[in-house]
């Protein structure tokens, strides 16, 4: 029953990810909020957490999407459109600072790879970040087929 209960959540919030693609839908902040509830179901059955593992992981897990999202932003900003519009100086701090960053991304990527292991068994860590991986995949297809994207590979894998 359980299971039933875990797995019609799991569909019921899968099926609002389309409305994340929707313009006007309940605002920008409502569709994430949606989408972030999704992300939480999908990987709670994915890597089966208990309650008591959902306790500990969650906290740590939102602490490294923060971080992991902040370091996402950073990189964004240090890119150029153009480099030809930057002297060969400029282009290369902005190189210079993008490989810093990405170091910092390898680096926070160990250190909660330790803090998983601290909630989670090692086989859990692995499926969280599958998991991860399929989600996005997943909802990337969606957005795209709500918007008439091109279509998708099937039978792709990670």
């Known amino acids: ?13 899968l099926a609002a990810i389309p409305a994340v693609a929707q313009p006007g839908a309940g605002g920008r902040q409502g569709r994430m909020s949606q989408l972030e509830n999704a992300k939480i179901a999908y990987i709670t059955e994915k890597i089966s957490l208990t309650q008591d593992q959902a306790q500990r992981f969650w906290p740590v897990y939102n602490e490294f999407t923060a971080k992991r999202r902040d370091l996402n932003r950073r990189m964004r ?13 400029q282009v290369k701090e902005s190189l210079t600072q ?13 250190e909660y790879f330790d ?13 969280l970040y599958q998991a991860e991986r399929q989600f996005t995949k997943e909802v ?19």
């Open 1 to 13: 029953m359980k299971y039933l209960f875990r797995s019609l959540l799991l569909l019921w919030l």
């Open 115 to 127: 803090k998983f292991q601290k909630v989670l068994n090692i086989r859990q860590v692995g499926k």
């Open 98 to 110: 993008a490989l810093a960053l990405r170091q910092q991304e390898v680096n926070l990527e160990k």
């Open 140 to 158: 990337i297809r969606r957005v795209a087929d709500h918007r008439g994207g091109p279509p998708t590979t099937p039978g792709t894998s990670d």
């Open 77 to 89: 900003e240090t890119r150029t459109n153009d480099p030809d519009a930057l002297s060969e100086a």
